[in-house]
């Protein structure tokens, strides 16, 4: 880098050279790489401005938000914050100017992006993410709420391997087969009923819905709509997947920053313990009317049923 700054470039060459500014710029900002990047680098700091994010990957939680997000990191037209900010559910009050500081410099043409996946399931947020722009572009993963429970369970498990069973915290105390709502790891999954709540603020076509199953069997399938919704030009293609047989997911040939194949981390794609089927079905018949309320809201099949 300091070699091309010393060859003062022509006009022609200025835009690729700030493109490889900016992601340089992410791989300091996101901490990751930072040794890496010798100090003579911060005179380009200030190319670019921090700008509130066009487009946001609100949710599901388990629905693949962190896969997503990486994918799109490819684009050379899109910049993310690599941690979720959760401003607009636990930060709110830090102000807007807090949040706008937290994302990565961007050029003209290029999307600022960030995932915060509890956003979806936040009665505040469409409120809120509505007052900072009404244009935002509003992404959902969406994954089959049952295994999106399990793997919510599996996760909460790995911190505390004390917890209860699955089957001894989805069914409420008192009465045999009675789903209880109030644990958050069913509660997220009735997707229509949080939707409800973005649809008072947005309409359906500031919406994109993801499938979480589809992004792992097909990620440069998923990919192409994401890109198309946010107005970018197809540049993710099959080219940047390869399927990991031992992670049992597609990982990318070239994450953005790296020329080293890499697949998501070892909490991301974690084996499920076994919990009864008859546990199961019950949840399923659960979700159900839930669902399939969804699939009209959306006028999308998810296939979960
Ligand atoms: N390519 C790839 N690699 C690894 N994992 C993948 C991938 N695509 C989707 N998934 C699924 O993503 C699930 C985790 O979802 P999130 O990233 O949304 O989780 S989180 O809410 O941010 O904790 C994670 O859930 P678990 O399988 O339960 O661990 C994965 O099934």
Redesign the pocket.
Known sequence: MTQIARELPGSTELHSILQQIGHVQQQISDGERAQDVDNSISVFNNFGSKKFPQAIIIGV???????LLEFLRIHPDVRAVGAEPHFFDRFYDKGLEWYRNLMPRTLDGQITMEKT?SYFVTKEAPRRVFGMSRHTKLIV?VRDPVTRAV?DY??TLSKNPGLPTFQNLVFKNSSRGLIDTSWSAVRIGIYAKHLENWLQFFPLSRLLFVS?ER??TD?AGEMGRVQDFLGLKRVITDKHFYFNQT?G???LKKPEGSSRPR??GK????P?PHIPAEVLLRLRDFYRPFNLKFYQMTGQDFGWD
């Open positions: 939680k388990k629905g693949g938000t962190r896969a996946p993963v793997s599996t996760q979480g992004l792992v990620p992670k997911f597609p990982c697949c998501l909490s991301k794609g974690r499920h």
